[in-house]
């Protein structure tokens, strides 16, 4: 093989080689652009899951349609709040990760809000984050216009096992107790109670999960803490 064959053969392989690799540069980051598309909307369906019953057309959060998610989204105001219970201009309650948020001194957290509208009325959507038996739990709260009462709930967690713990998230009838529950009473700020052994006061309190004290005191611990941070931007609004 001759000097110019040796030269246009590595010639062409260099131009086909940065061709694959421009390609794959393109792929990968097409890849990553639907993976960050798809992780926005499972999230915002899990906000959405704890307003079932008041959706659009009373469709559940499985029936809605990626589209349909996210036009819920555009439409619900989205303040984000500080630790003194005022809207931080500039901010979007959407681009706000609790998680990151945690790991702020308290005093310097700013906490997402979802106003939600539907049939003239207006529900709070409040985002909670806490410790269960292994890992982190978290979960939405959504309060009705009274700014008291519960309308719906949703959790998750990152890792309690499975039957137990994991019912915070995987059983319906754990969550549907929380609907019409109050987080205050006679004006003053009691949140909500999971309590062993079952509930004893039928406006605050809701039954443990059995054989999960540890996830179950860390739900109650969670909500205490989570809504309270939110109170002063609740008697703000009031």
């Known amino acids: 093989m001759d000097r110019n064959s040796s030269t246009y053969i590595l010639g062409f392989v260099f131009i086909l080689t940065a ?8 792929l990968r980051e097409v890849t990553n652009e639907k993976a960050i598309q798809n992780e ?7 906000i959405l899951s704890a307003l079932e019953g008041e ?3 009373g469709k559940t959060v499985d029936q809605l349609s990626d589209a349909d998610v996210a036009a819920v989204f555009a439409a619900m105001e989205q303040p984000v709040i500080d630790m003194q219970g005022n809207v931080v201009e500039g901010e979007k309650a959407e681009n706000i990760d609790l998680a990151q948020e945690r790991k702020k001194p308290e005093a310097d957290r700013h906490l997402p809000v979802y106003i939600y509208e539907n049939g003239g009325e207006k529900f709070y959507i409040l985002s909670v984050r806490g410790k269960g038996l292994w890992d982190e739990i978290w979960g939405t709260v959504v309060l009705k216009s009274d700014l008291n009462t519960i309308s719906g709930v949703a959790f998750d967690h990152k890792g309690e096992t499975p039957g137990l713990g994991a019912e915070i998230k995987d059983n319906p009838a754990f969550r549907g107790q929380f609907k019409g529950k109050q987080i205050y009473e006679n004006g003053n700020y009691v949140s909500i109670k999971v309590r062993k052994g079952g509930a004893q ?8 999960i059995s054989g999960s004290t540890v996830t179950s005191d860390g739900v109650t611990e969670m909500l205490y803490r989570g809504i309270k941070y939110y109170e002063p931007y609740l008697k703000n609004l009031q």
Request: net charge negative; charged share 25%; hydrophobic share 40%.
């Open 201 to 208: 006061n039928e406006q605050h309190e809701v039954d443990a």
């Open 19 to 26: 061709s694959v690799a421009v390609a794959l540069t393109g």
């Open 55 to 57: 959706l659009p057309d």
């Open 40 to 46: 926005d909307i499972f999230n915002k369906r899990a």
